[in-house]
């Protein structure tokens, strides 16, 4: 009932809270007081309350959680067995260690970002991680590196094609994790979209028919979130490139997710490097910094010097230029693919996407035998086959076989074990499918099989106590 809910004015009275006062700012507590009582009414409305609810014990109780969570950083470590390798909602690409120290070492003090050390005047932020770019993407005569791919498409399209005609293939007007849509950058970056060919058929003859004087770029994007299949066709492109060649018009390809290392050797069809459409004559190539490459977010621009020089002169690029720490980590996970073996066995993202069956196989096994000798009876336990996904929009179509360990507990539902293992101190992600809650041994890394066992014990142990009493 509202009525038996105290009004903040009588909490604040209530000796507990004064005591609060002392140790928290006075602001503070009486926003734990609202959230806490705002709660409460909201479980009123949903008639979700208990016998006890709404005793002033109960209530302190509630407000020392909601300041305790006040307390807490922001981003929290989160254990990933959803098996989704980029995780955009997890925070895409994991970092190597190696990388971290590099920028904690240039970020913990002052660094040189925009001064040359050797001349001991004004340098360039960006210079070295374009020269590390150019070196190890074949045909990039020039890059640019902004915040993210979203960024780096609106740049180049600002600076290419403001008030001038863009043609894109009616397939390929995606929108990408609901925010990127191609043709709202479109808008917004002042050029003006010109839609050609349908959304499953789009020929060289399209683009050949719309091309004016008007027409400042030809733009191919990459479909990353789906695939049509059936009845399709699209221009290659080493096709538009020569359409663009005959009537003098650059190409861009807004490749997403992008990768650096040829992935065909897992099994994955019809997906160029970035390399690769620089070859097959693309002028711009854009991509993600942390999607498949596995560094931090950026935005990476690599194509010809005079169309990434308008760029770099566009009001734009300072608005959109990346930090500190975002240089310190994608100039270390440059450095890593130098040498392509390197950077398949350092970046975690390519770890992941390269392990092998038996190698998920053996993790399974040692993840399920570590909780069969600390865990109660009450959990059981078993490993099935499935598949992990890539994620982040990039293959999507791709599931690559993997082993899972199926956990339940006596005494809750797969929900209640989902939302209990999400909602610890230490959050551990998995998924439900068919009425079973699952771990993906892909995406998790050997040193937190420790905590998983620990968090699951707990919550076991916690649903025993419940049992007996
Ligand atoms: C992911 C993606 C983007 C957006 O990239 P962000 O780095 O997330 O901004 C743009 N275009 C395509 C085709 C993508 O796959």
């Known amino acids: 009932m509202y009525k038996n809910i105290p009004k903040v004015d009588k909490v604040m009275e209530w000796p507990e809270v004064r005591e609060l006062l002392a140790t928290h700012p006075r602001q503070v507590v009486v926003d734990a007081i609202r959230l806490t009582l705002e709660s409460l009414r909201t479980a009123t409305a949903r008639g979700e309350t208990v016998p006890g609810s709404f005793e002033s014990s109960a209530v302190i109780r509630s407000i020392l959680v909601e300041l305790e969570r006040g307390k807490g950083a922001a981003l929290r470590r989160v254990i990933n067995g959803t098996g989704v390798i980029i995780h955009t909602n997890l925070g895409r690409a994991p970092l190597p260690e190696a990388v971290l120290d590099a920028v904690r070492d240039s970020s913990s003090g002052y660094c040189n970002l925009e001064f040359d050390l050797e001349k001991g005047v004004r340098g360039s932020r960006t210079g070295r991680v374009e020269e590390l770019l150019r070196r190890i993407i074949v045909g990039a005569e020039s890059a640019i590196v902004v915040n993210n791919n979203a960024a780096a498409v609106l740049l180049a399209l600002s600076a290419l094609a403001r008030s001038r005609e863009v043609v894109v293939s009616r397939g390929e007007l995606v929108e990408i994790g609901g925010s990127f849509r191609i043709p709202d950058v479109m808008t917004q970056s002042g050029a003006v979209l010109k839609e050609v060919g349908t ?45 663009g060649r005959e009537n003098g018009i650059p190409v861009m390809v807004d490749a997403g997710s992008g990768n650096l290392v040829d992935l065909a050797f897992l099994g994955v069809q019809g997906e160029p490097t970035i390399g690769e459409y620089l070859a097959s004559g693309a002028d711009v190539v854009t991509f993600s910094g942390d999607k498949l490459l596995g560094g931090p977010q950026a935005g990476i621009i690599v194509g010809k010097k005079v169309h990434l020089d308008a760029m770099k002169t566009h009001p734009l690029y300072r608005a959109l230029r990346v930090d500190k720490m975002t240089l310190a980590a994608l100039d270390g996970i440059l450095r890593l693919y130098a040498d392509e073996r390197q950077a398949m066995r350092t970046i975690p993202v390519l770890g992941m996407l390269t392990m092998g069956a038996e190698e998920l196989a053996s993790r399974a096994r040692r993840l399920v035998g570590r909780m069969r000798r600390a865990l109660p009876t009450t959990v059981s336990l078993r490993t099935i086959a499935g598949l992990s996904q890539v994620g982040g929009g990039s293959l999507p179509d791709f599931g690559l076989p993997t082993t899972l360990v199926s956990v ?36 998790i890394r050997d040193d937190e099989t420790p905590t998983i066992v620990e968090v699951l014990k707990a919550i076991a142990e916690s649903v025993q106590v419940n049992d007996v009493a």
Do not use: C, M, W
């Open 408 to 443: 339940s507990i006596q005494g809750i539902t797969p929900q209640q074990l989902d939302q209990r293992l999400r909602t610890g101190s230490q959050p551990v992600v998995g998924r439900i499918s068919q009425g079973e809650f699952l771990l993906d041994v892909r995406t």
């Open 199 to 243: 959304t499953n058929r789009t020929h060289p003859r399209d683009y050949r028919s719309v091309v004016t004087p008007e027409t400042a770029l030809l733009l191919k994007v990459h479909t990353s979130n789906f695939r049509v299949v059936g009845f399709t066709a699209e221009v290659s492109v080493s096709e538009l490139a020569v359409i």
